[in-house]
């Protein structure tokens, strides 16, 4: 069985500070990972996927198949990025995609 | 962009009542799905659908919940004698073909009182 996990509710840095989301995953076959963010009533929003490689918004996330974990950085954190931000791993079954998200991440940036 | 829409956005209903949450996905996506978030808990699968059918569903999609998109554009989702557990936040998603990004709608918020 695939699952997510995040083991931090709630995430408080100064800005300018750096900022790591932690995520870790178990899964049997190759995974494929993404980080979600929900700005405050907003959609969830796809922020980046491991495949491919990109920076969002400062953002980055490296796929460490060892450790089994997909941690989102940044190196300087701004208050625009206080948000919940969701760790998801992606199954294809068959042709449609399943995600399994995590518990989600609060942070908190402050002034 | 485009983008997926939801409503209602919030709806309060009683229990025991029927509730339709209606999803106008992405045109030209083939694949839909209903996610669900109860208040303080991770989002969670609910169903999966392609080709006028269910493709997959989690155990949450008991029988009291269906999917239909009975016009080709809107998905919806019916939970037909909701109880005080259904309230959530549903969230909507489609996707345009396997190994496309999944997009979600903004979802609706559901109270059962």
């Known amino acids: 069985a695939q699952r997510v996990t995040q083991p931090e509710k709630l995430l408080s840095v100064f800005k300018g500070a750096p900022v790591e989301l932690k995520c870790n995953y178990s899964y049997s076959g190759s995974p494929e990972l993404f980080w979600y963010v929900q700005y405050s009533r907003q959609r969830l929003q796809l922020l980046l996927r491991h495949i491919s490689r990109e920076s969002i918004k400062g953002f980055t996330a490296d796929l460490n198949k060892g450790e089994t974990s997909f941690h989102l950085k940044k190196p300087f954190a701004q208050e625009e990025d206080s948000a919940m931000y969701y760790c998801?791993?992606?199954?294809?079954?068959?042709?449609?995609?399943?995600?399994?998200f995590g518990t989600g991440t609060k942070l908190q940036v402050i002034p | 962009e485009p983008e997926v829409t939801q409503t209602p956005s919030h709806q309060v209903t009683q229990m025991g009542q029927e509730v339709i949450l209606r999803c106008v996905p992405i045109?030209?996506?083939?694949?839909f799905y209903w996610y669900r978030q109860i208040l303080g808990q991770k989002v969670e699968f609910l169903v999966s659908f392609y080709n006028n059918e269910i493709s997959e569903k989690s155990e949450i999609f008991d029988d009291q919940f269906s999917v239909e998109r009975p016009d080709g554009s809107n998905f919806t989702l019916k939970i037909r004698s909701t109880k005080l557990e259904d309230s959530a936040m549903y969230f909507c998603a489609s996707e345009g073909s396997s190994g496309n990004t999944i997009y979600f709608g903004e979802g609706s918020w559901l109270t059962v009182v």
């Open positions: 998801a791993l992606l199954k294809n079954s068959g042709g449609y995609q399943k995600v399994t």
């Open positions: 045109s030209n996506h083939l694949y």
